[in-house]
């Protein structure tokens, strides 16, 4: 996900339900003129990328704070690094399990998994009032909601749509792809030939190990 948001020196980044840090990481290292911040509901995962980003030399460029979407803290404002209270670029992997699932028992891995019903459709409305004009928003699906993703992008002032297929292997189907919208973009609709993963002998494509392990960008 990381390697698809357009990031370029001196601009921000927001990501929503960072985790413990890892996308944020790896745009950072990416983009290292960069600077941004990450929302977690877990106050204990919200506490270890904050460690994360500090092991990492990142602890004055990305900061982390408490709190789920769609209700987003006020207080996100006080630390955004701009002065108008926006970021130049937002990525999320959102949940995507209904919330009568039964995939895990534990607490916290329920509520990293879980979606509530129209929950889609409320992470990106929240999510544009945090992304400047010409900005982006980055997201991480399941394919079965792209529809639903790029009807609510649309409804939330996002145009010029770009999908990123992540194939499995070569002839399988994508089970995740990739999502961006710019805030007041006019641009038609692009998809992109998308990303094979592994090898059919096992192993990550050159394409894949290029993002992974050499920080290239998805254009």
Known sequence: MAAFVPARRGESI???????????????????ETS???????????ELARLNMEANGLGARVSIIQGSLPDIPPTLRQITPGANGR?????????WHPADHTGADDARRRLAMTM????????????????????????????????TACEALRQAGFGSLTLCPLWPK????????????IWGGKGAFRL????????????????????????????
Not at 37 to 46: H, P, S, V
Not at 170 to 181: F, T
């Open 14 to 32: 927001l990501e929503a339900g960072c985790g413990a840090g890892a996308g944020l990481l790896c745009l950072m290292t990416r983009c290292p």
């Open 36 to 46: 941004g911040a990450g929302i977690e509901a877990d106050g204990a995962t919200a």
């Open 87 to 95: 970021f130049h670029h937002a990525m999320a992997n959102p949940p």
């Open 116 to 147: 509530p019903e129209g929950g889609w459709t409320a992470w990106i409305d929240a999510l544009s009032k945090w992304v400047l004009p010409g900005g982006s928003l980055t997201l991480a699906l399941p394919a079965f909601v792209i529809d």
């Open 170 to 181: 070569q002839g399988r189907a994508a089970k995740i792809v990739l999502l961006r919208g």
């Open 192 to 219: 992109l030939p998308g990303l094979v993963l592994h090898r059919q002998e096992g192993g990550y494509t050159d394409e894949c190990e290029a993002v992974l392990r050499q920080a290239s960008a998805l254009e």
